[in-house]
């Protein structure tokens, strides 16, 4: 079976700090892979997708980035947090007609 | 990509049935609609999906208008583990599926 891992679970980090946020996919290969993040008390955002190995597509313009250096693995990076990235991180698989996410990672910029 | 309109919020009894509606009055014809959910400090999870007929599976019943224009998702018995906020989405390629996510509707089930 299929499982999708995300970590840290929790993050809090100062302004300006950098950010790894890292999603591993077990069980299927070729995935496509996607990040969505969710403010508080808000709908989920797409942020970055990808179809393959160093193939990322940017949904929203912002100081996060996205790397997929091998083909279950796919990394949310950041060299400088800003208080507007706190959030609830969500890395997703999709196969045929579903997608299937992660356990979320909680990140509070203080 | 077609929109959808819920409304905010919902409630219902435990243990009786949930119709939840979704207006789509612009989807296309190779529009597949998707109805996802999200518990509280959890990834959202799939719920059922349909084109053209009514779908039935172990989460959910999901019924499309003849038109297209609407869907309803129904819970046949409310469970509290039920309380969670429910996405309509419009899903047009297979293979590619960026999911939008739009506000939803918040389900809360009353012991």
């Known amino acids: 079976s299929q499982t999708i891992h995300q970590w840290p679970a929790t993050l809090v980090q100062p302004v300006g700090s950098p950010l790894s946020l890292e999603c591993t996919v077990e069980?299927?290969?070729?995935?496509?892979l996607y990040w969505y993040r969710q403010a508080a008390g808000r709908g989920l955002q797409l942020l970055f997708y990808?179809?393959?190995?160093?193939?990322i597509s940017s949904e929203v313009p912002q100081n996060l980035s996205a790397s997929r250096p091998q083909d279950r693995q796919f990394i949310l990076s950041s060299k400088k947090l800003l208080l507007s990235d706190s959030g609830f991180y969500l890395c997703?698989?999709?196969?045929?007609?579903?997608?299937?996410f992660g356990p979320g990672t909680r990140l509070t910029v203080t | 990509d077609a929109k959808t309109t819920q409304p905010n919020s919902m409630e219902s009894n435990e243990e009786e049935p949930v119709h939840l509606p979704c207006n789509h009055s612009?989807?296309?014809?190779?529009?597949?609609i998707h109805w996802y959910r999200q518990l509280p400090s959890q990834g959202p999870e799939y719920v059922i999906h349909?084109?053209?007929s009514n779908v039935n599976n172990r989460m959910a019943s999901l019924a499309i208008a003849e038109d297209r224009k609407s869907s309803t998702l129904i819970l046949h018995r409310a469970t509290l583990r039920d309380a969670a906020v429910y996405y309509c989405?419009?899903?047009?390629?297979?293979?590619?599926?960026?999911?939008?996510f739009g506000t939803g509707t918040r389900l809360t089930i009353i012991p």
């Open positions: 997703a698989w999709s196969r045929n007609d579903q997608q299937y």
């Open positions: 069980g299927t290969s070729n995935p496509n």
């Open positions: 990808s179809v393959g190995i160093g193939q």
């Open positions: 612009t989807i296309s014809g190779t529009d597949y």
């Open positions: 349909g084109l053209t």
């Open positions: 989405i419009l899903l047009t390629n297979f293979g590619n599926e960026k999911l939008t």
